[in-house]
């Protein structure tokens, strides 16, 4: 599956066309950045394809913006000087927003919030979600993400082992070579779910840091772009209204993603 998504990703430049709406031919065209490594967020699957509730919220949107959107997949750590370059046109990729990429890129109104936490194995002895019982511990996490900046902040007293996807430390973690992981709670819920999860437990939920964290995940757009970012504000706020966020929702939670 890892290779499969680097042979996709370097043939690509490849674009995944995903017409919002058969009806919408001569609609405003959009190109979305996504990262497809994120389950159950965003993911590229062996037959090219895109998944998961990143995906489905925007073909939702742009189907409320009768335009016409298509997908490309772009590594995590250069997926916001691809959007600046013009790339694409908006990330969607459970992108939290935060001060510091706002100094980069502007965003929408958030269209989820869920907290950090941590997994270790199942026969870990370590008892708590906490740095003191973390200490001496390898910590692993996504790089240039929320989770790891978190990591640095309030896990001073572990080893903090960076990763490109969290493909990577998934793995690492399951062969022991570990001690822990951080990063959403939904994502590593869902992982601790399948066959490949088995290896491991949910240590605890941590508490969020509003300055980390920010205010949820977002929409980027460039900056300046106000009139592409109102338009998705107002297609969020239309389908939170008219019940199809719900639908999604339910497809993939059972909870409200979209948090307080």
């Given amino acids: 599956m890892r290779i499969s998504r680097r042979l996709a990703m370097a043939a690509s430049a490849a674009v995944f066309a995903l017409m919002a709406s058969t009806a919408m031919a001569a609609g405003e065209k959009i190109v979305i950045g996504t ?22 919220i925007a073909k939702a949107l742009c189907e ?30 459970s992108m939290s ?12 109104n958030k269209y989820y919030n869920t907290p950090p936490a941590i997994v270790v194995p199942k ?10 019982a973390l200490d001496g511990k390898t910590l692993g996490a996504q790089s240039a993400t929320t989770h790891s900046n978190y990591a640095e902040a309030h896990m001073k007293k572990s080893e903090l082992k960076l990763y490109p ?10 062969n022991g070579r570990i001690d822990g992981v951080i990063d959403d709670v939904v994502v590593l819920s ?21 300055v980390i964290n920010g205010e949820g995940a977002g929409i980027a757009v460039r900056k300046g772009d106000d ?3 109102e338009k998705f504000n107002a297609a969020i706020d239309a389908i939170r209204k008219n019940g199809k966020y719900k639908e999604i929702n339910d497809k993939y939670f059972p909870f409200d993603v979209y948090g307080s």
């Fill in 35 to 56: 990262e497809g490594a994120y389950p159950p967020f965003n993911n590229l699957e062996s037959d090219g394809s895109l998944t998961g509730f990143d995906i489905d």
């Fill in 64 to 93: 409320e913006m009768k335009a016409e959107c298509t997908f490309v997949t772009q590594d995590w750590d250069g997926i916001i000087p691809a959007l600046i370059s013009k790339k694409f046109d908006a990330i969607i990729a």
């Fill in 97 to 108: 927003i935060t001060a510091e990429r706002k100094e980069k890129v502007d965003f929408t």
């Fill in 123 to 132: 026969d870990s002895p370590i008892t708590a979600a906490t740095e003191d």
């Fill in 165 to 174: 996807t969290s493909e990577e430390y998934k793995l690492d973690i399951a």
């Fill in 190 to 210: 869902e992982w601790l779910k399948t066959a490949d999860g088995a290896c491991c437990k949910l240590l605890g939920v941590l508490p969020v840091d509003p």
């Fill in 227 to 229: 009139a592409l970012r």
